[in-house]
């Protein structure tokens, strides 16, 4: 079996530098982690949650699935939030979006993907609840104002689910955000915020 040696050269090199730097780099935090900040983004390998927030490694708990959707019965998506929130006791959820999403062009193409096609139907509704601010529109600003309301109704669904709900109505400090990042230039742009 073909093992992926230069990954592993890569891994040791940034392991030692760390390590020269600062010796105590891992065992700190190997002994906890207690992130401010819960990043749920697109899978997009152009989109990588700690390096676009300069954030190094123990700063933010990340969840990511394709066109960062976040789905009432997806057991995953909604453990990350629950542990996220109840034990890590995050102060930030950070739904981000980008534009030129993969999955959002997918999702209003008008043609079969095969099994992908599940998951984009929850970005086609989130088109067809918002047909009205489609109308009239270009393409490319079509898929950008997909791309954007996408994350206000993914941030509409994190501050429904049961576990944002109690957080709320205990009185924990959570706020939750719905941010775009542009690829063609790295910056990000903050579209909605809700706090309890
Ligand atoms: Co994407």
């Known amino acids: 079996m073909k093992t992926l040696k230069h990954m592993f050269d890569r891994n040791l090199a940034w392991a030692t530098a760390i390590k020269e730097k600062d010796p105590e780099y891992f065992s700190v935090l190997a002994a906890q982690q207690s992130p401010e900040y819960l990043w749920i983004g697109c ?3 152009r989109v990588p949650a700690n390096q676009i927030i300069d954030l190094q490694p123990g700063e933010v708990f990340v969840h990511r699935n394709i066109a960062n959707v976040v789905v009432h019965t997806d057991l995953n998506c909604l453990s990350v939030i629950h542990f996220g929130v109840e034990v890590l006791k995050v102060k930030h959820i950070i739904v981000c979006g980008h534009y030129g999403c993969g999955g959002v062009i997918a999702a209003m193409e008008d043609k079969d993907h095969g099994l992908i096609d599940n998951w984009l139907r929850h970005i086609r509704d989130v088109g ?7 109308e009239g529109l270009t393409e490319q600003e079509k898929l950008n104002t997909l791309c954007e309301l996408n994350v206000k109704e ?3 669904n994190v501050c429904n689910t049961p576990v944002v709900q109690k957080a ?3 009185g924990q400090k959570l706020s939750i955000h719905g941010w775009i990042y542009d690829i063609n230039n790295g910056l990000l742009k903050d579209l909605v915020t809700y706090d309890s």
């Open 154 to 156: 993914q941030v509409t």
């Open 168 to 170: 709320w109505s205990e």
């Open 43 to 45: 899978s997009d390998s």
């Open 128 to 134: 067809r609840f918002n047909a009205s601010k489609l």
